[in-house]
């Protein structure tokens, strides 16, 4: 038996979470939601500046890297693998995008040569654990590793500094739509609506948690479950270069050290937001909850000015009660 | 079309697989098998544990792809590679170990093969409520569609198994113990179903252990034995002696056998006022040594529940067990063994087995420290042990490192009692110990059971099926909603007095 | 008995014979790696490169021990890294107190075990998953450690037996490697041949039907990560004596290295497979990597790469004889 | 007296490390004298975590902003946007296109001026041969070219000094404790070790130690001179002969200066060096009082050190 944390489970699903409200009263989700406003509640009256307009739609900007690679982390563990190469993967494809843009000061063309590289690494990723059967969770580790080193030797570890300057790249990360909304936070969003779309209302989202909650039964009811699995790798590797694209925009480089320790936030987030890890059980929408926290926090304790130590330890006690406390009250119910 | 041409042509037969042959490493599970299915019949499979029924029809499913022989439908000879083949080609399966998600509600699991869309290509999630609700309805089985599927007892669980192959149109539907954890009235609308698929001209092969069924439901019975093809004949012409004799080789002189005399006046377990937060309200009873207790009820009255809190695994709310006059803490397996009480459970898979770990390993498991000196293992012993139990229950393994979860279910099964016998326990509960055990091996649980009665063990004993209830038991306690309703000596019950006292 | 082939039912423990016959891969590349290094570097050979290995690979696989019997129980423990860091820095700053190596080194040992203790206590009883407990306390220790000490602690008295420790020797044999030698032995002993460690397969295979068998799975797990945690304890006094400091800045990726050593060993992440042996191997494998990296002067980046690379391949090849033998 | 920032933001790129802990002391100390306050985010080494603290100090709105780029390139959209937010920004560390102002020790120079010490102690002690152990960190521009320039110091003065293991210690002790002991099982000849901070000079040192081997005919050079540590190990370690101090207090203090400059919109120039010296010995002594764990700096003899001012190499260089 796996490990599992088993949020997001409750023995009266509302019809299969047809409606976003019957998501929204799912019993892990409101739990969330309640952290959430209750954080969010407790630093505006804490830290001076934490609830201006200005501030909040940051975190939002701030929020979405972890927010778009971690749709993809999660759909990989609804079907019951994991992936945790998107750290790497960040540092590698923002390699292709600047070299491309220096040479064509074309953007198009650079995104192009990014995305190819995500696809070529979700495909790895996705062949060696779906059809050659070797755990995902070594596969995509020995990625990371593979990457790194590789991001390293590439770049003899310094970054790559875009030379071209095009205002439309330099848009994508650091300006907002009507001067408000931070653009990463509007893609964020578009993507969580439409995976959210897709894993409720879509035969292929089913198949995923199908697929992730036994993968023998899915078989059996006619899925090519190698298949599916496979695409969900695909999926996020290519949400995790979209994250990418958009922080090598905030660097105006492709620098080597991005994306150190990014598996883990995203992990942390998806976990935290009760995508269990054995796979079939989590929504997109209680990870969007887990993102949010997690930067929620990490700003507002950082409004309160309070050393990283701090930070860490407030974040670690705040991850482990969260999830124990939901579990708790699975149980109870 | 050549594919009308072949169904003109053809001759009445829906189905025709013949020469089919799998092994699988150290064992032939179907050696040269055939087998022929008319439309609108009802083909029953039977034979041993481990003959090789499953595998046969996993073939067919598509599950295993067979090592030779040919599979033709409607005349036609097809290669059946993925499970979707066989989906595609109208085979339904209702497998023998549940085969659903357990996360998703009961509707979304009937709709798995082929969900509903819209013309966008969405899922029409009301379409599924509505359609499920209204095949259960058809059907007669009381599940609630909207609950998550994993929260439903076994035996609900089996019913979800049957609707959803009949979700959807079919040729063959193929059901392998459908039955084992259903009780009579269930085991009715099944049939009733049967029937109607039948009349639509469907070809139905039946798995079963049950002869009863069989007999009631069947036109033609094919056994196997061994992974060879033993007879093909009209059920007509079976007697239960000769069915028995096809399908283990031998005559079974008594089902029942009594060796032993009457029960110790002597307490062996007792229960008092036990009451859990979920379900059982103030149950009350005593075992004696040398005794076998049966208890009755229908799906859901608590029994399964009842056995879990006496052994300790789940916790009670209220009331106190003791064995031997030594009380129990509540929800403490551990010290319950130690006390001398186990429990076989009814989830075979979820809290028995050790899929991944070899025969020998899941046998000892709970008697290993008396393999043990100072906490070292001594695994010739362990061994020798293990092996002397897998030749006295006819244990069909390839060796005692084999993964039990290539044991058929039957096998599995007796390797989870031999467990218990191995531990020596002044009291055993089984729940539904014969799910899924075929005729031979039953006969030898039940002469064990006698046997451990007999030696002066108490037997509390939970299953559905009436005539081992009636069989065996020496007293007969009927649950009803948690409770105890009624209680019967071996002389009074009778099949009609228990289920009454089951329903009222 | 429809049985054709039975095998020979040898002696030996089932499980480990189970896991066993994934050895031969690790076995064939680590023969391979030294071969190969020895042939382009004679250094790789010479005496002191070889202790220098063993005594790496001794702080890993005094870890992995513990580590081997928590993904047994299908759990993990992602803490020890940070917990090696706090270990040093505690251990340093009592004996500096105290004046005392012995007392010292228990407080050390006894601040890991108090570490795998809270890890197994919110596993076994907040019920939350491993993984993500132990990315907590991982944190909080990160955290916490600087709290405790802004700098790294110094030693002040230099006492000899502290030294000893990480540098000192027995004979020819540096005193971290006969530790874990000592360690992997009763591990050893302790998984293949006890009620114990079977019972830990026993829970990782399922837990429900150990329970009902009357084994205490929660309790067993807690120990298996108070072992993990002491055991941590242990590593961190070696590191400490090595650095001759107490450095909140240590083991950073330890607790990858760790797990990555124990999977290339062959252990189930899904709990109730897995050996000793196979971490072993899994340790020489990964700091040989290591080793011969620097000692044939190649771009250290490569020191992550190849482990990257040798990770996947090792778990191939063993997944593709497991299917041949099926065959 | 013009008046002076009151709120002043300091996003650090790895604030737990000792040397900017150091930093940040002398930037509060000063800023202290002012009545200003220094408000600090750490990055933590996470290159996307320092764009968002920016942020956040710009949202908030403080006075000025201090940054010490985890890398220089990934602040350069985040100097565009300060300006665009008229928000005066004081880089610390190394250069960054598009910046106002800078300050910084100059890493080259560091590692130069203690590489001639070391070439003047090989020739008298260790009979003019110079076999280096550098324990370097490849990760970071600032830390290449202390040991760039440490090798082209020592040559000044012994022309065939030979860098026997260039090594990447990860900057951190264990890594480089355990990296160094592969190196010295392979190089017994290796007699001097150089490391790019304490940690990874001591982790040299330590490996050396480890492998039973005495310290006679060996030389110890550390960079930074951040916390005890090095006081330690001159003190205790016969071989740790050379610190090249970096004097951190002194850094923060003239960042803050930079920052009322700057704030007070005087002309500042491009590049502001803080001090660094090579100390031999007792040298330490000049510099600094410890106190059980505390160590306080001699404001007036490190006021008296003279910076360069500009200096030999920077990060721009390396691209070449
Ligand atoms: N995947 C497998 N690997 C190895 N052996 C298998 C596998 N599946 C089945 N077997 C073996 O093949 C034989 C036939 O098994 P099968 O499940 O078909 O029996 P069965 O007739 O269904 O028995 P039961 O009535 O107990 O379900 C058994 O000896 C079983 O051990
Ligand atoms: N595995 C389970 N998970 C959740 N609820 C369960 C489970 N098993 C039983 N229940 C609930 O407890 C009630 C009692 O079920 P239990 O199995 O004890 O009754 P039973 O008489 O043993 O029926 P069965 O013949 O199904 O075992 C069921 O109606 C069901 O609602
Ligand atoms: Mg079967
Ligand atoms: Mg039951």
Redesign the interface.
């Known amino acids: 038996m796996p490990p599992s944390v088993s949020l997001g489970r409750s023995n009266r699903l509302g019809a299969g979470a047809v409606d976003a409200f019957a998501v929204l009263t799912r019993r892990s989700d409101i739990t969330l939601v309640v952290a959430l406003i209750v954080l969010i509640a407790f630093f505006a009256f804490t830290a001076e500046y934490f609830f201006t307009l200005r501030n909040l739609t940051n975190v939002l900007g701030q929020a979405s890297l972890a927010m778009i690679a971690g749709i993809g982390v999660a759909i990989v563990f609804i079907s019951g693998e994991v992936d945790v190469s998107v750290g790497s993967l960040q540092a590698a494809v923002a390699i292709p995008l600047i070299v491309i843009m220096n040479h064509t000061e074309s953007l198009t063309l650079g995104l192009a040569g990014a995305l190819a590289l995500g696809l070529a690494i979700g495909v790895v990723n996705g062949y060696l654990s779906a059809y050659v059967g070797i755990n995902s969770l070594i596969v995509t580790l020995g990625m990371l590793f593979v990457l790194r080193g590789g991001v390293y030797l590439y770049t003899g570890k310094t970054a790559i500094p875009d030379d071209v300057g095009l205002d439309s790249f330099f848009a994508l990360g650091n300006e907002s739509l009507f001067g408000v909304v931070p653009y990463p936070a509007v893609v964020a969003f578009v993507l969580l609506l439409v995976f959210m779309y897709v894993m409720r209302h879509r035969p292929f989202g089913r198949m995923v948690y199908a697929v992730g909650g036994n993968a023998e039964v899915a078989r059996l009811a006619g899925y090519p479950v190698r298949w599916v699995k496979f695409v969900c790798f695909v999926i996020s590797s290519l949400l995790a270069t979209i994250s990418a694209i958009l922080l090598a925009s905030r660097l105006g480089s492709a620098v080597h050290l991005s994306g150190l320790g990014f598996e883990f936030q995203v992990v942390a987030a998806v976990v935290l937001g009760g995508v269990s890890l054995s796979g079939g059980i989590g929504s997109l929408f209680g990870m969007a909850l887990g993102v949010l926290i997690l930067s929620f926090l990490s700003n507002g304790l950082g409004m309160l000015d309070l050393a990283t130590e701090w930070q860490l330890v407030i974040t670690g006690i705040i991850i482990i009660v969260a999830v124990a406390f939901d579990e708790l009250k699975r149980r109870r119910a | 079309m050549p594919a009308d041409l072949a169904v003109a042509e053809a001759p009445a037969l829906a189905l025709e697989m013949t020469g089919i042959s799998k092994r699988f490493p150290g064992v032939v599970a179907l050696n040269d098998v055939h087998l022929r299915l008319e439309p609108g019949k009802v083909h029953a499979l039977m034979g041993e544990n481990g003959a090789g029924k499953s595998t046969l029809i996993k073939i067919l499913a598509g599950v295993y792809e067979k090592d030779s022989g040919t599979i033709r439908i409607g005349g036609r000879e097809i290669e059946i590679l993925h499970p979707s083949d066989a989906l595609k080609r109208g085979i339904k399966v209702v497998f023998q170990e549940i085969a659903l998600i357990a996360e998703f509600t009961v509707a979304e699991n009937i709709f798995l093969e082929e969900y509903p869309v819209g013309r966008g290509g969405s899922i029409r999630w009301r379409t599924i409520r509505k359609e499920a609700r209204a095949l259960f309805e058809r059907i007669g089985f009381d599940v609630d569609t909207d609950a998550r599927t994993g929260a439903l007892p076994v035996s609900q669980q089996q019913m979800v198994e049957i609707a959803r192959a009949l979700a959807h149109e079919a040729r063959i539907v193929v059901m392998d113990e459908p039955s084992s954890s259903l009780t009579p009235n269930e085991v009715g609308l099944l049939f009733k179903v049967i029937r109607r698929l039948t009349s639509l001209g469907i070809a139905v092969l039946y798995v079963s252990h049950k002869l009863d069924e069989v007999f009631e439901i069947a036109d033609t019975v094919t056994v196997l034995r061994d992974g060879r093809h033993i007879s093909t004949r009209p059920i007509a012409e079976h007697t239960n002696d000769t069915l028995i004799q096809d399908m283990i080789g031998r005559r079974i002189e008594t089902l029942f056998p009594r060796e032993r005399g009457p029960a110790s006046d002597r307490i062996a377990l007792s229960v008092k006022n036990l009451s859990t937060a979920a379900k059982l309200k103030d149950i009350s009873f005593e075992a004696r040594a040398g005794e076998v207790v049966g208890f009755f009820g229908l799906m859901g009255a608590g029994r399964t529940e009842l056995a879990k809190a006496i052994v300790g695994f789940d916790p009670i709310s209220g009331g106190e067990i003791s064995i031997g006059g030594k009380r129990l803490h509540p929800h403490d397996t551990r010290t319950a063994v130690s006390l001398g009480i186990g429990l076989l459970s009814e989830d075979r898979k979820g809290e028995g087995l050790m899929l991944e770990l070899p025969v020998v390993t899941n046998l000892s498991l709970a008697a290993l420290e008396e393999f043990a000196r100072l906490g070292l293992i001594d695994e010739s012993r362990e061994r020798a042990a293990a092996q002397s139990f897998v030749d006295r229950f006819r244990i069909r393994t390839p060796s005692l490192e084999q993964p039990i979860k290539n044991l058929s279910g039957g096998n599995q099964q007796k390797v989870l009692l031999a467990r218990w016998l191995m531990r020596g326990l002044s009291v055993i509960v089984v729940d539904e110990p014969t799910r899924g055990i075929d005729v031979g091996a039953k006969s030898e649980i039940f002469a064990l059971i006698d046997r451990l009665a007999s030696e002066g063990h108490a037997v509390v004993m939970m299953t559905s099926e009436m005539p081992e209830l009636l069989g065996l038991s020496d007293r007969i306690l009927v649950m009803a909603g948690g409770r105890i309703t009624e209680s019967f000596t071996r002389e009074q019950a009778t099949q009609e007095k228990v289920l009454n006292a089951a329903i009222g | 008995m429809v049985s054709e082939v039975s095998h020979p039912a040898g002696p030996g423990n089932a499980i480990g014979r189970l896991a066993n016959n994934s050895q031969i891969v690790l076995i064939a590349v680590l023969v391979i790696l030294c071969v190969g290094v020895s042939l382009a570097e004679p250094q790789f050979y010479s005496g002191a490169n070889v202790i220098a290995i063993l005594r790496q690979a001794a702080l890993v696989m005094i870890v992995g021990a513990g580590m081997t019997m928590l993904l047994i129980t299908a759990e993990v423990d992602l803490s020890v890294g940070a917990s090696l860091a706090f270990v040093g820095v505690v251990a340093m700053d009592v004996i500096n107190i105290t004046n005392s190596v012995a007392i010292g080194s228990l407080a050390g040992i006894a601040f890991g075990g108090l570490v795998g203790l809270v890890n197994g206590f919110v596993v076994t009883r907040l019920k939350v998953n491993s993984l993500i407990a132990t990315i907590g306390t991982m944190m909080i220790l990160q955290g916490s450690v600087f709290l405790y000490s802004r700098e790294a602690v110094q030693n002040h008295h230099h006492l000899a037996a502290f030294v000893d420790i990480g540098a000192g020797y027995v004979g020819p044999l540096p005193i971290p490697v006969i530790v874990a030698a000592l360690f992997f032995a009763v591990a050893y002993v302790l998984l293949r041949h006890t009620t114990l460690g079977r019972y830990l397969y026993a829970i990782g295979a399922n837990q429900k039907a150990a329970r009902l068998s009357g084994i205490r799975a929660e309790r067993l797990k807690l120990f298996a990560f108070v072992v993990t945690g002491l055991l941590v304890g242990v590593a961190g006094l070696v590191l400490v004596s090595l650095m001759n400091a107490g450095q909140p800045t240590a083991g950073r990726g330890f607790e990858l290295t760790v797990v990555a050593a124990v999977i290339l060993g062959g252990t189930s992440l899904a709990g109730g497979r897995g050996t000793l042996l196979g971490t072993l191997l899994g340790v020489l494998v990964l700091k040989v990597i290591d080793n011969a990296i620097i000692l044939l002067q190649w771009n250290q980046d490569l020191q992550m790469i190849v482990p990257g690379v040798v990770l996947i391949l090792a778990t191939y090849l063993d997944l593709a004889k497991r299917r041949a033998n099926a065959r | 007296a013009a008046d002076t920032p009151k709120r002043i933001g300091y996003v650090v790129n790895y604030?737990?490390?000792?040397w900017y802990?150091n930093v940040i002391k002398g930037m509060k100390a000063h800023a202290a004298e002012i009545g200003a306050t220094v408000?600090?985010?750490?990055a933590?080494?996470?290159?996307?975590?320092e764009?968002?603290?920016a942020?956040?100090f710009i949202?908030?709105?403080v006075d000025v902003l201090i940054i010490t780029p985890?890398?220089?390139?990934?602040?350069?959209?985040l100097l565009?946007?300060a300006k665009a937010a008229n928000m005066p920004v004081v880089l610390e560390g190394n250069p960054v296109?598009g910046m106002t102002t800078m300050v910084a020790i100059c890493d080259y120079d560091t590692g130069y001026m203690a590489g001639v010490e070391a070439g003047k102690y090989a020739k008298d002690h260790l009979g003019g041969v110079a076999k280096v152990m550098n324990v370097g960190l490849?990760?970071l521009?600032a830390t290449v070219l202390r040991s760039n320039g440490f090798m082209d110091g020592i040559r000044t003065i012994i022309p065939d000094a030979k860098l026997v293991?260039d090594?990447?210690g990860?900057g951190?002790?264990?890594?480089a404790?355990?990296?160094s002991?592969?190196?010295?099982?392979?190089n017994?000849d290796i007699n001097i070790i150089y490391g790019i901070n304490d940690?990874s000079s001591?982790?040299g040192l330590?490996a050396w130690?480890?492998?039973?081997k005495s310290q006679d005919n060996l030389l110890v050079v550390g960079t930074g001179g951040?916390?005890?540590?090095f006081i330690?190990a001159m003190e205790?370690e016969p071989s740790y002969k050379i610190e090249a101090a970096m004097f951190p207090e002194k850094e923060g203090y003239t960042t803050i200066d930079a920052a009322i400059a700057l704030y007070q919109k005087k002309e500042v120039p491009e590049h502001i060096v803080s001090p660094t010296a090579p100390m031999m010995g007792d040298d330490w002594k000049k510099f600094y009082d410890v106190a059980g764990?505390t160590r306080t700096p001699k404001w007036d003899a490190i006021n008296a050190l003279t910076p360069p001012a500009k200096c030999m190499k920077t990060a721009a260089d390396?691209?070449k």
């Open positions: 604030g737990t490390h000792e802990q408000e600090v985010k750490d933590n080494l996470d290159v996307a975590k764009v968002s603290a942020e956040d949202a908030q709105g985890v890398n220089e390139e990934g602040v350069v959209p565009k946007r296109k490849p990760l521009s293991h090594l990447d990860g951190n002790p264990d890594r404790l355990e990296v002991t592969a190196a010295l099982a392979q017994p940690s001591l982790g330590q130690k480890a492998a039973g951040e916390g005890l540590a330690n205790k764990t390396l691209k």
